[in-house]
């Protein structure tokens, strides 16, 4: 038995199925998971000492590669002087200025632990600021656990084919009304039917739990007018795309203001973060300044605020983004040109540093088309790459994530990669 088997019957034990997050487990591709014991850069080596090309990045925060030295050194430095004190420290308004400084549409923001925490927050808020219950949320979208948005969820839920879960009343659940992705016509219905009740809009603006699917043109600018008229509010949950798609996240890139985003992963350079901000006058809602309680023993972590701060500041040097960018468009290049060699039912959908290859001939515009991929031949991939030495997200409806790490030598051996793995899918298709 090889290491990480052995290492994940011992979990199972003692961890429910093994995983402290579901995702991790690889049931999607019919796998065991491999257990990590470290990375560098773009690397990652499991307990056995293999090494792999990493496109997982901790599902997104290590846009720097692993171990960047400049985080470390500053993680170093905060560990010395203490790791949680429950008091303000100078760190928190650092990172809030930083956050501020780079997202347009935010004024303050309030740090949390995670991107679930940031958008139950979220939501409080939107539900207190607007005194209305009733949340639309998007199909295939996922914005982490709570029970509001558990809700015809897409990520691990997806993957794992159940729709929301037990131990989420209705009563909470049907608050929750859900719409398909680029599609305003619905949107507008639920308006309709729902007057004077709808509190809020969320979605990722690039969706990467259902696989990289981009707005189409117009959309956000419909959701932007639909939800003002309305007197409700828009919410991005940016916690995947936020300093990813560009320094200001999807909204820079796009040019629309939401009146809340959510933020977490990259924020958090490593650490446990989450994070809620909008203009002031919403979130001057927030206790202490207002009626929305909302609290975290270990909210703003100085070691949290550290790997954050100055992964942020390694961000803002120029010509960051567009070094992603060139990254990633050689990968799609690549695979572009390998599915066309080998006439594989199968594209790749990207926006910046995040992609993903769908096992489909017809375009991904939603959910339902998403689903309409060949999750057989995904594993068939997936299985190849990673006998291959690239270490991809365990499911066909998740993204990729390019680093800064990601060298040319690192992106010609994936491209290499992909096309035998394509080759293998492409040969037990024809059967
Ligand atoms: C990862 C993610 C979340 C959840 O964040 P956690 O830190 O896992 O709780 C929420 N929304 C989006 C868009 C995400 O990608």
């Known amino acids: 038995m090889s290491r990480s088997k052995e290492a994940f019957k011992q979990a199972k034990e003692v961890i429910p199925g093994g995983v402290n997050s579901p995702a991790r487990a690889f049931a999607a591709v019919d796998s065991d998971p491999l257990f990590i014991e470290k990375g560098t850069g773009a ?36 560990l010395m002087k203490g ?7 100078e760190v928190e308004t650092e990172l809030a200025k930083l956050v501020i400084g780079a997202v347009d549409s935010i004024d303050q923001v309030r740090m949390v632990n995670s991107g679930t925490e940031a958008t139950m927050s979220a939501l409080r808020l939107a539900r207190g600021y607007t005194g209305k219950d009733k949340i639309i949320k998007l199909k295939g979208c996922y914005h982490g656990h709570g029970d509001s948005l558990l809700v015809e969820a897409g990520s691990g839920v997806t993957t794992l084919g159940i729709s929301g879960s037990p131990g989420v009343p209705d009563e909470i659940a049907e608050e929750t009304i859900v719409a398909p992705y680029n599609n305003l016509e619905a949107i507008e219905e639920i308006y309709n039917t729902y007057q004077g009740q709808i509190a809020a809009v969320i979605l990722e603006p690039v969706t990467g739990n259902m696989g990289v699917i981009r707005p189409q043109v117009g959309y956000l600018e419909g959701l932007r007018e639909i939800t003002a008229t309305n007197n409700s509010l828009l919410i991005f949950d940016e916690v995947m795309t936020g300093f990813r798609l560009a320094y200001g996240g999807a909204q820079e890139l796009y040019e629309i203001e939401p009146d809340i985003t959510t933020l977490g992963k990259i924020i958090g350079g490593g650490l446990p973060v989450g994070a809620y901000g909008g203009k002031k006058e919403i979130m001057e809602y927030v206790a202490p300044a207002g009626p929305v309680y909302q609290a975290g023993t270990l909210s703003g972590n100085p070691l949290a605020m550290a790997a954050g701060i100055e992964t942020l500041k390694l961000l803002q040097q120029p010509g960051v983004y567009s070094m992603l960018e060139e990254k990633a468009a050689k990968l799609e290049k690549g695979f572009k040109d390998n599915i066309k ?50 270490y991809l997200p365990p499911s066909q409806f998740e993204s990729n994530f390019v680093s800064l790490a990601h060298v040319e030598a690192d992106l010609d051996a994936t491209i290499e990669a992909n096309y035998n793995a394509l080759a293998k899918v492409k040969k037990k298709q024809e059967g």
């Open 83 to 89: 790791t949680s004190f429950g008091a303000p420290t």
């Open 43 to 78: 690397l990652i080596y499991d307990i056995e000492g293999n090494e792999y090309i990493d496109y997982v990045g901790s599902w997104g925060p290590m846009i720097l590669g692993y171990n960047h030295p400049q985080v470390i050194e500053s993680l170093q430095q905060q």
């Open 341 to 390: 060699q080998l006439e594989v039912a199968a594209d790749v959908s990207r926006v910046g540093s995040m992609f993903s290859i769908f096992f489909t001939d017809k375009q991904v515009i939603d959910y339902k088309t998403a689903k309409e991929s060949d999750t057989d031949a995904f594993t068939t991939y997936f299985k190849q790459m990673l006998a291959a030495g690239i």
